[in-house]
Structures are given as structure tokens and as C-alpha cells.
């Protein structure tokens, strides 16, 4: 007895330890590939390099959003807000200055020339001489790693686990009334047998392998994740996304191709269209199909120095091919400007930048002042004799309601209603043929304006025109919001874009029909959140907004008790992604900020994959249902059998001793439920509508499938019990054999019920052996493991079984494949159920 304890102890630890250290590899190997990637000045050019791969020496830049990577000098600061909580604890935004000479003996927050690991950048842009790295830095001092994969407990989990341990009191209560019932009835003499019945039971209710199957299975399913390309970063998300109604999508990369080229430009009197592939810096300018050159026309060219001066991006031509570092829409700007022979690094050195206001998506635009060199008359562009000139460029509406006079010609006049009519219906028109539309505006200056007086300095603008880009759909979107509208999930567009360009593009991609509605940010802002509550309703596209809409809006949508999945990928965005039930990040557009605020992130920027994670995450959850049913059923049966046994046979005996019972629990049910674990996604998944997330796992008929089984599985085991004790007392051999023909036939009615319960609907005729190969490959291995235990001398003698005739066995084969052909039969009925 005390060798068949110490057995179940090293089983249990064994199988335990298999699984959970396939889950943390699996985890592990997510967190190494969330590591974010750092913008490096590395042979005299900009790479992305990953972050620990850094050293002391580096130059990295940072720009709104970025976590730094390691700790450093700034050599250069614009206007840069850095949240040092991580490390600080202080809340508010630290403002760090290049220039800034410190006290020596100055604490960490006050060190407001130097940047941190793990610290956010809030706002602005710089530079930064790294100085220390890993566990070097003030982080690593602290020893206080904040990003990573969180293995959390999910809520099934803590549900399984909350059933786990009513299972155990249960048992113990069970153990309980059986012994002292027993001794009340049968005295003393009976305590033995009725501590062995007991103890059975107590081991045959609880099931042991079941925590360990359901963190493999969540484990699979973030591999299968990464392998469509969805990195998830908390486990609970693998299980919620079975389960989201709503589907909140970015507009510029998410469901465009984020590879922007400009097509057309126009200034009050000129109108262009370009020619040209991709970012190559090769196009004509076409003026009513006459080719011109922008650089003698006075507004196009200082609209064209505008593109190439209020622009971060870098062009650049790698391996022959020209691509771009930055952001495309500045992108597709630099190659416009390029195309008209406009030299982005001779412009710097001679108008150089001097102080800028930065783009942020509350803002919608952004501002460079440069400096009038010596030189700078080599630039035959001209804005007068001021010193100084201030260039913008944002969302058009906004930019020209700061504008007071506009560019015509070489010449500046007052703007009129009219001109401002003409020019908001020449941006309608362009958006509404589904381009993203930029307008450019400029205005000389006398002094250079301080770092935050952004305001004041963009106001009394010229108005200098508009520039048009085409971003091409991506073309799996379209089929992807078909297969979200068929699963009973609601797609939506929330974009910072025009009303118009989101619209078009909504038709496009059958996010809304012809007549759909669009809701600006403005719109949006007179609604109370009650109003918005209703209005979330019926409006799918969103236009104009700013990320506090669009954190209203997923509150708006979980009043509505909607599961929101929702993506992001600004610094700004981090509340709205934490507020929803699954934040989305974009794994390459994306800030570190919204990273570390998301749950999943997308490592192509697809909606696609959003989609893709959303089926992933139903057959997740649709396989643990499978296997808890598979799991739980044959413990209701074990219970059931061992229970009724002292009530059938004349005689107070159990057909099964607790290592049996925890063999079969641990590795007879075991194996198939791993196997079941990994089933593919059967067609129907996305045909369905998605599951209560508050939902019990027993729900839509689990439990009664169950108990069902549970019986089944007990008038099979005790009619074989029945048949088999008379044939032990009048056959030659063990008369207690019959209690081996009892476990053998309980496991292989299980490997029976294994191959049955892959569908609910589908015939195992039906089913491809090979669609989940491992099933067939756990199903014949149990069976050849479990014929070991019966007819391998020292494990007989260790599990305590008897030698079995070929007709004994062949009986036991006959009887196990009874539950098979129920499970089967209850298809047929289903299947005419639903037929009627
Ligand atoms: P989505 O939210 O779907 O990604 P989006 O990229 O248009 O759409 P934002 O990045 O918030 O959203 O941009 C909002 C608006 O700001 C744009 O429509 C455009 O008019 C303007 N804009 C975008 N990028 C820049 C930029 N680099 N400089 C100036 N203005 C910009």
C-alpha cells in the first residue's frame, strides 16, 4: 500500500511537472518575443536594433511613446515629457532638457538631463547617449522588470480551481458519511474495507490532470496565436477572446496597408496629380495632363518645402530598394517633395529647424519654426524677410480654421468665406474618394517662439493648399468583416481620419452600408455618455476622434454589456486600451506605451489577425469545454461504478483501488484530453455567435452531457461487473479478476468516448483521423500502456491487477465500445433534432 502511495506522489509530480514546464516555455517564449525594438544611430544611420541588444556608447533617439530602453545623457531635447512612475512613483510628467547643468548631488528626480530605463516618453523628441544597460541601470539596481508576459490565473482557471477545491471537500465529506455510515451499520470489523471504498471515491471525484491540461491548452493557444501572429501578453486574454462581441479598429495601418503615396496636391490655383511608384523619388507633376515644374510655381513650391521641413521621416534607399524610417504619411510627403528634386538634408542644413511643436492625435497637426541661414537664399523659395518661418501641417479643417490669409501665386491675401468654403469642399471631395488629406500652411516670424507657446504660434496662418494620399485597403480586411459579421461580432472603425475618407473606405470594406452613419469627435464631444450609450447602438464608423472618445466609447459599448476588443497605438491610447476587454497594440506602428498597456498586440498591424485570435481564442475554448466533458464525465462514472458495487456484489469490495483510479484520471484520461487540447478549428467556429463571457463552462448542456455520460459510462461498467464476477466464480483463475475487467473496460471506454467527443454534430466516419493525429496517437498509446498493466508481470503486480483470457479481454473490448456507440447515437439525434 505504502509503495502504491509513494507511486501516485511521483505520477502526479511527474505529469505535473511535464505540463507546467511546457506552459512556462511556451510562456517564456513569448516574453522574449514582446521585446521591444529601439531606433539605434548605429555606421552613420538610423536601425532599429532590439533593445537589449544596447550597449554603452549607443545613440538612440526617442519620440513620444517610446519606453526607454536604458539609461542615458540627452544630447539633444525637444519639448520632452518623460513619466518616470516606473521608477520615481511620481505620477506627472518630468519636462527634460539637453542643456540642463544639475547639482551634484541631485536625487534621481531631479536628474532632469538624463532619461531612465522603463521610463515613458511622454511627449516631444530627443536624443540620448546611452550610459548604462541591463542590470546596470537604475531599473536593474531596483531590480524591478515591468514588461513581460503575465501568467496570471485566467477566470476559468480560478473557476476550475474554485471547482477543484469543492470537489476535494466534497470528497472529504464523502470519506466521511461513507466510513462512519458503514461502521454504524456493519461495525468495527468493516472500517478497512470501507476506508478503501472511500478513499476511491474521494480520488475518483477529484480530477487530478485537469488544472494541468487547461494552462497547457491557454499555453497552445498563445503558440497558435503567434503562429497567425497575435503575441498575447496576459493569458486571460486567450479565453476572453473567445468571447468579444465587438471589434474597435484603428483605420491608418490596421486596416489600410499604412504605404502611403501622394496623388494629388492643389493650392487655390494650381491642381497636380503625381506619378510614380511607391517611395521611390522618381514622378511627374501633371497640370491637366501637361507635365510642370512645382519649383517655378511660388505656392506649390513653398508647399512642397513645407512637406520636406515639418517632417520627421527619413527616406532611404537599402539593397536597391527605397523605404522609409518614421512615419508614411510624412513619408509619402518627403517622396512628393523629392519627386520635384527637393534635397531633405541640403533644406536642413540651410533652413535648420530651430523649434517644432510635434504631432500628437489630440492636436491633429504639428509645426516646425527654421531659421533663415546666411545661406539661405541657395534656397530659391522665399517667405519674405523674416528670420524666422513657422511651417504646419495637420488635419485641414483644423489647420485652416487657424489660417487668416492664404498663398496665391506669390502672392498673400486676406482668406475669404469663399476660399474657405472652396478650399473645406476641395478636402470633401478628396476624402471622399477615400484619400487621407494633409493641409500645409506657413507663417513668417520675427522672433522664434518658446517651446510651449504652441497655441499663440499657430495662429494667423497662411494658407498654402492641400495634399492627397491613397493608402490601399489591405486586402484580406474585407473577407475578414465578412467572417466577423458571420460569428456575431460587430466590426467598427474608429479612426483620427477625415468623416469622409473613413466613410468611403467603411462602403469599401462593408464595415457600414451606403447609407451608414458617421460620428465625428465633435459630434461625439455634444454627446452626454447616456446619449453615447444609445448612439454606440447604431454607429460603427467613428471620424475626427481623439483618444479620450475613444475610451468613451468602449465604455459607451461595456455599458451595452458588449465584450470590446479594441486597438491602439499612440501614447494616448494606453487608457482606452486598458479599459477594454482585450487592448489591441500594433506590434510595428505601435508605442512601447500601448504595448505595455495591451493585452494582445498584433505583430503585423492586420485586423486580419484580430479576427484570426478571436477564432483561435473559440476553439481554445471550445476544446477545454471537449475535454472537460471528456475529463469530468468518466470521474462521474468511476464515482458511480465504485459506489454501486457494495450494493450489486454479495460481497463489500471495490472493483477499483485509488492507484487505479488516479492512473486512469492522470493517464488514461490524460493523454486523449492533451490530444483534445490541440483539436484544429472545425468550419462552424466563426459561424456562431460568440459565448456569455460570464457563462458557466457546464452551460449549453456540458453538465447534462455529463451526468449523462457519467451514467452511461456506470450501467456499462456495473453490467460488466455483474457479468464478470459470475464469470470469475465459475471460470478457472483469480476469482478476483473481475475488478480487472472493470478498469480495463473503464479506460478503454474511454479511449472510445476520446475519439467520439471531438464533435458534437460530426460522425467520427465523418472526421479525418489525421485533422488531429494526436487523438489517434494518445488513444493507441493509452491502450497499449494500459494492456501493460494486465499483462507485464511487475506492473501487474504493482497495480495490483489479474491475468486476463482472450475472451475476458475481448469482453471488456466489447463493452467499452458501447460508450462510443452511444456518444454517436447522440449525435444521430441531435443531428434530427435539429433537422425537425
Ligand atoms: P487612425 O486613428 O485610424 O490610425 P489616423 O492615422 O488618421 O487614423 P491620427 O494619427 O490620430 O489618426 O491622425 C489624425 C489626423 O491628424 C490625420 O487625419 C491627419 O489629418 C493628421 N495627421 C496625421 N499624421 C500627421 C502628421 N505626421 N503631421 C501632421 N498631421 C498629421
Not at 486676406?414 to 478636402?427: E, F, R, T, V, W
Not at 447609407?515 to 447602438?537: F, H, I, R, Y
Request: net charge negative.
Amino acid at each position: 500500500m505504502r509503495s502504491q502511495f509513494f507511486a501516485i506522489v511521483v505520477l502526479n509530480g511527474v505529469l505535473g511537472y511535464f505540463q507546467e514546464s511546457r506552459a512556462e516555455k511556451a510562456l517564456a517564449a513569448l516574453k522574449q518575443l514582446s521585446s521591444p525594438n529601439v531606433r539605434v544611430m548605429r555606421d552613420g544611420r538610423l536601425q532599429d536594433v532590439p533593445a537589449q541588444d544596447l550597449v554603452p556608447g549607443d545613440i538612440t533617439l526617442l519620440e513620444a511613446g517610446v519606453q526607454v530602453a536604458a539609461d542615458g545623457r540627452l544630447l539633444e531635447s525637444v519639448n520632452l515629457q518623460i513619466r518616470e512612475s516606473a521608477l520615481t512613483g511620481e505620477a506627472h510628467a518630468v519636462t527634460k532638457r539637453a542643456q540642463e547643468v544639475l547639482a551634484a548631488d541631485a536625487t534621481l528626480g531631479d536628474r532632469t538631463n538624463l532619461v531612465f530605463q522603463g521610463t515613458e516618453v511622454v511627449q516631444g523628441r530627443g536624443t540620448v547617449l546611452i550610459t548604462r544597460t541591463g542590470m546596470a541601470t537604475e531599473l536593474g539596481r531596483i531590480a524591478a522588470m515591468i514588461q513581460g508576459v503575465e501568467s496570471e490565473p485566467t477566470p476559468l482557471q480560478q473557476r476550475m480551481d474554485q471547482l477543484g477545491n469543492t470537489l476535494v471537500s466534497g470528497s472529504l465529506i464523502l470519506v466521511a458519511i461513507v466510513v462512519i455510515g458503514g461502521v454504524v451499520q456493519a461495525g468495527w470489523g468493516a472500517f478497512e474495507s470501507l476506508l478503501e471504498v472511500s478513499l476511491s471515491m474521494a480520488v475518483a471525484v477529484v480530477p487530478e490532470g485537469l488544472p494541468a491540461v487547461i494552462t497547457v491548452t491557454l499555453a497552445i493557444g498563445t503558440q497558435r496565436m503567434v503562429r497567425r501572429h497575435a503575441l498575447i501578453r496576459r493569458l486571460p486574454a486567450v479565453e476572453t477572446l473567445g468571447s468579444v462581441t465587438t471589434i474597435c479598429s484603428d483605420k491608418t495601418g490596421t486596416l489600410t496597408q499604412n504605404k502611403m503615396v501622394v496623388q494629388t496636391l492643389q493650392t487655390l490655383n494650381h491642381t497636380c496629380v503625381t506619378t510614380g511608384h511607391g517611395y521611390t523619388p522618381e514622378g511627374d507633376f501633371l497640370e491637366r495632363e501637361q507635365t510642370l515644374n512645382p519649383l517655378e510655381q511660388p505656392d506649390l513650391a513653398l508647399l512642397l518645402l513645407d512637406c520636406m521641413l515639418c517632417n520627421d521621416a527619413i527616406l532611404q534607399k537599402e539593397h536597391g530598394e527605397w523605404s522609409i524610417l518614421g512615419d508614411p504619411t510624412e513619408g509619402a510627403l518627403i517622396v512628393l517633395a523629392s519627386k520635384a528634386a527637393l534635397s531633405h538634408g541640403h533644406l536642413n542644413r540651410q533652413l535648420p529647424r530651430v523649434a517644432e511643436f510635434p504631432f500628437s492625435s489630440e492636436r491633429k497637426r504639428m509645426s516646425v519654426v527654421v531659421q533663415a541661414a546666411a545661406s539661405s537664399r541657395e534656397v530659391a523659395i522665399t517667405w519674405g524677410d523674416a528670420p524666422y518661418c513657422l511651417f504646419a501641417k495637420g488635419s485641414p479643417e483644423l489647420l485652416l480654421g487657424r489660417c487668416s490669409q492664404v498663398q496665391i501665386a506669390d502672392s498673400v491675401q486676406p482668406l475669404s468665406k469663399a476660399q474657405y468654403g472652396q478650399i473645406l469642399d476641395s478636402n470633401a471631395k478628396m476624402a471622399s474618394c477615400g484619400m487621407r488629406v494633409l493641409g500645409f500652411a506657413y507663417r513668417p516670424l520675427q522672433t522664434c517662439p518658446a517651446d510651449d507657446t504652441a497655441d499663440t504660434a499657430e495662429q494667423a496662418l497662411i494658407w498654402l493648399g492641400l495634399v492627397g494620399m491613397i493608402d490601399a485597403p489591405r486586402p484580406e480586411v474585407a473577407d475578414a468583416v465578412q467572417r466577423c459579421l458571420q460569428a456575431g461580432i460587430r466590426p467598427m472603425m474608429i479612426t483620427g481620419d477625415h468623416q469622409l475618407t473613413a466613410k468611403a473606405l467603411a462602403e469599401d470594406l462593408g464595415f457600414i452600408s451606403d447609407n451608414g452613419q458617421v460620428l465625428s469627435g465633435t459630434e461625439l464631444e455634444k454627446l452626454s455618455q447616456p446619449d453615447l450609450e444609445g448612439a454606440v447602438a447604431n454607429v460603427s464608423v467613428y471620424a475626427r476622434v481623439s483618444p479620450e472618445h475613444k475610451l468613451r466609447i468602449v465604455q459607451a459599448l461595456q455599458k451595452q454589456h458588449q465584450v470590446v476588443a479594441m486597438t491602439g497605438d499612440g501614447v494616448n491610447d494606453a487608457p482606452a486600451l486598458k479599459q477594454s476587454d482585450i487592448g489591441i497594440a500594433m506590434g510595428m506602428a505601435g508605442t512601447d506605451v500601448s504595448k505595455e498597456a495591451s493585452d494582445m498586440v498584433l505583430l503585423d498591424d492586420n485586423f486580419a489577425t484580430i479576427v484570426a485570435a478571436t477564432e483561435e481564442g473559440r476553439v481554445v475554448y471550445n476544446n477545454i469545454r471537449r475535454f472537460v466533458k471528456y475529463i469530468l464525465g468518466s470521474n462521474i462514472g468511476e464515482v458511480l461504478t465504485i459506489a454501486a458495487s457494495p450494493m450489486l456484489l454479495p460481497i463489500l469490495d471495490v472493483p477499483l483501488t485509488p492507484l487505479q483510479i488516479l492512473w486512469m484520471n492522470l493517464v488514461t484520461d490524460g493523454f486523449p484530453a492533451l490530444a483534445l487540447a490541440v483539436e484544429p478549428s472545425d468550419s462552424t467556429v466563426m459561424q456562431r455567435p460568440p459565448h456569455d463571457p460570464k457563462e458557466s463552462i457546464f452551460a449549453r448542456g456540458l453538465g447534462a452531457y455529463m451526468i449523462r455520460i457519467g451514467l452511461v459510462f456506470t450501467v456499462i461498467a456495473v453490467s460488466l461487473m455483474y457479468w464478470s464476477y459470475n464469470h470469475a466464480l465459475t471460470h478457472p483463475g483469480d476469482p478476483a479478476r473481475w475488478k480487472t475487467m472493470v478498469f480495463t473496460t473503464l479506460c478503454l471506454a474511454q479511449m472510445g468516448h476520446a475519439i467520439a467527443v471531438r464533435s458534437d454534430i460530426q460522425f467520427t466516419a465523418q472526421l479525418s483521423l489525421f485533422s488531429n493525429p494526436f487523438v489517434l496517437g494518445a488513444v493507441i498509446l493509452t491502450t497499449v500502456l494500459q494492456l501493460m498493466l494486465v499483462y507485464v508481470e511487475p506492473l501487474r503486480d504493482f497495480f495490483g491487477t489479474q491475468l486476463l483470457s482472450p475472451t475476458e479481454l475481448a469482453v471488456c473490448f466489447g463493452f467499452s465500445t458501447l460508450l462510443f456507440v452511444w456518444v454517436e447515437f447522440e449525435k444521430l439525434i441531435r443531428r434530427l433534432v435539429k433537422r425537425c
